[in-house]
């Protein structure tokens, strides 16, 4: 159906698109291409003709359509090789042996939404399947703690408690040595049924101030049964993307950052690097998910990046495809 010359066109379009966000008229791709502007203007008519490319309201230009883009990634795109810059910043990451693998994967996502300005995405293993090996609570001052929780898989959580000046030290550390004889290897998810029907019981015989230190532990563990697997960061980058300068849209794709569902939604069955341009995702129509599922050491995950439809393919690809061979070396 296309020719090499529409192919080679349609791969200078999109490319350049991506770039600058601005359609591509057929006089700048005149000397690029060594052809008359006549003959590029009917090219792109007959690549605006399959569809692979769409006339905007604004501009004499074209811009890729949602087919065009699949299309350039699924017959042109080549993934990019990475910079010595990126892949250093990530090394560090990958080297530092004290970061649990939970830790690892988080940090190097947050570093890749900082290379690329797009939102990444790290959904980890269940919070079911993380029992707790130990909790600690460590004070800041004389009625502020923070409680941290570290599981079987590695997985560390920490909040900060604030206790009412009355509540003693040591009526504290008795807490967290009941706490911990009584939930250790519990499920993450199971914890706060346990905190209410066996810990509390247990709490109220020895420990004067109870009920404030039971409803403090609680809540922090009702929070790491809700958060420990999920982490997004770079949300707000999607305000720094052109395409999305309406309000309404900004304020929909903010509350689908917000909206647990829609972000479990993104999790990936499959083992390769997969692309879901616009429609082709669940999250929103005028995005692109690019993920991957990964697997090391019996824990297994989805990392993804979440952009414009208009995002770097190639560079995205390398980057995740480099997490996801390092994970665990």
Do not use: W
């Not at 008229?25 to 060594?34: G, P, Q, T, Y």
């Not at 399947?129 to 920490?158: C, R, S, W, Y």
């Not at 980057?319 to 070396?329: F, P, R, T």
């Amino acid at each position: 159906m296309m020719n090499k010359r529409q192919e080679e066109l349609l791969k200078l379009i999109i490319e350049d698109y991506i770039k600058t966000a601005r359609p591509v008229s057929s006089k700048s791709l005149c000397e690029i291409m060594n052809c008359s502007s006549a003959t590029i203007r009917n090219e792109m008519a007959s690549l605006e003709d399959y569809g692979f490319l769409e006339k905007t309201h604004t501009s004499s230009g074209r811009v890729p359509s949602e087919k065009g883009y699949r299309y350039y990634v699924d017959h042109i795109m080549i993934p990019r090789e990475m910079n010595g810059e990126d892949m250093l910043k990530l090394q560090t990451i990958f080297h530092n042996q004290s970061l649990a693998l939970n830790d690892t994967i988080i940090r190097s996502m947050e570093i890749i939404s900082e290379l690329t300005s797009y939102t990444s995405v790290v959904l980890g293993s269940s919070s079911k399947e993380n029992k707790v090996t130990k909790v600690e609570v460590v004070p800041l001052n004389e009625n502020q703690f923070i409680a941290i929780v570290i599981t079987d898989k590695g997985h560390v959580e920490h909040r900060n408690i604030s206790m009412p000046s009355a509540v003693s030290v040591d009526e504290v550390r008795k807490t967290v040595e009941l706490i911990n004889k009584l939930i250790i290897g519990t499920p993450i998810d199971e914890v706060s049924s346990k905190l209410e029907f066996e810990v509390k019981p247990v709490i109220a015989k020895y420990i004067k101030q109870h009920e404030v230190l039971y409803n403090a532990f609680y809540s922090a563990f009702s929070d790491f049964a809700k958060e420990a697997n999920v982490r997004v960061t770079g949300a707000k980058n999607i305000l720094m993307q052109p395409e999305f300068d309406d309000t309404v849209k900004i304020r929909e794709i903010m509350n689908k950052f917000e909206d647990r569902e829609m972000i479990d939604s993104i999790k990936e069955e499959d083992n390769g690097i997969n692309i879901y341009i616009g429609s082709e995702n669940e999250f929103d129509d005028d995005v692109t998910v690019i993920k991957t599922k990964y697997s090391f050491g019996g824990e297994e995950g989805t990392i993804a990046l979440i952009g414009p439809k208009r995002m770097e393919y190639d560079r995205v690809i390398a980057l995740l495809d480099y997490i996801k061979q390092n994970i665990g070396v």
